[in-house]
């Protein structure tokens, strides 16, 4: 081999000599060659190392795909590399210790954008599978599509689009249908009746609003995600209509959403000012206000241990500018403003990026928000569980188990006669 690799050499610098009519030793041909392949090599590499960020991160790509390649030759089964660089990713984001960030593969943040604009794909209804392999319809939401195409609580279903679904599963059954989407398909029941659906992508409304026999509006908030505001606002303009008399605003549950439809609904209820702040890792401060137009009623907020993020800053500043009094649990305390990042592929990751400051720059992350009127369900399933108050001798329901709910329209009933 040596031998072969002296003659290559010797060639070269015969080949140098004719070209440039010169004498060139071995040992100064070998040099060159060095030189020549380690400019380029560390030309590589240094390129290498400015795009991925420097040493400490190369050396953290290279042991991941050493681990990758080590897995793969060495594991007893077929490895799905696909799975393992998904596990991966969303590991590097878990690592953080933030639970609110987290990594989403291209699958789920298509499916996150549908959620984050209110939409769903479905056909509104939830199904649980019985003994004999037929699946019982549990409940189906009104204006649903399964609603329109005649599917009621109670049924049994056999079949969809001819395909029995006594030996499916309740998540491959769930897949089925959701297989169905924008098609037209056909759902079998047990006494051998069809009915036909359109599963269609529709619209998940982020509120419920109701007035109370108490004479309150009861507006329930599910989240502060695309398009919230308005309909928390046009369920409160419907209710002004209604002429009640006090407002009662349940977050309970509210995972937050856009800092944007907070501040649009905050504007809309508070009269001039600033509503809350959100900083940046720098301490970048930005500034979100109101304007002079208010909705001046008694007002009670619902919160619990499941209210956050954005939720979390509503009810804070109603509280801040003594425009509501807030009933039930202090909230979680999570009150980060989450940025979604797209990556090349198609996947993405939903980061903290900002935190959240009140009007008077508190940081509610410390401690959440406390309630003036601290109350607990006996029952957390029963939030939000009245159908209108029956108005008993202090105007409130006597037959709901929500007892934040209805301690809120006890004192409503009495500050806003």
Known sequence: MKKYFRRLLAALGRLLARLFNIGIPLKVVLILLILAVGGAVGLTYSKMMKKVGGKDDFDEAMRYIEIKDVVTEHYIDDADRTKMGQSAAAAMVSGLGDKWSYYMT???YRSYKLS???EYAGIGMSIAKEDSGYFRVISVNAGSAAAEGGVSAGMLLSSIDGQSLRELSEDEARTLIRSKLNSNFTLGLSDG???????????QSAVLYRKEKTDAGYVQIYNFEAGSADEAIDAIEALLDQNIVALCIDVRGNPGGLAGETEKLLDYLLPAGTLFYTTDRNGKETEATSEGMCISLPTVVLINGETYAEAEVFAATMQEYQWATLFGET???????????????????????KNYLTPNRVDISLKGVIPDMIIYNSDPNTAGTTLGTTGGEQGTASTSNDEQLMAALTFLSKTGA
């Open 106 to 108: 291209a699958d789920e």
């Open 116 to 118: 984050s604009a209110n």
């Open 331 to 353: 909230t979680t305390g999570s009150t980060r403003d989450q940025e979604t990042i797209e990556l090349s592929d198609g996947s993405a990751i939903r980061l903290s990026t």
């Open 193 to 203: 009746s069809e009915l036909s659906v359109d599963c269609k992508r529709t619209h």
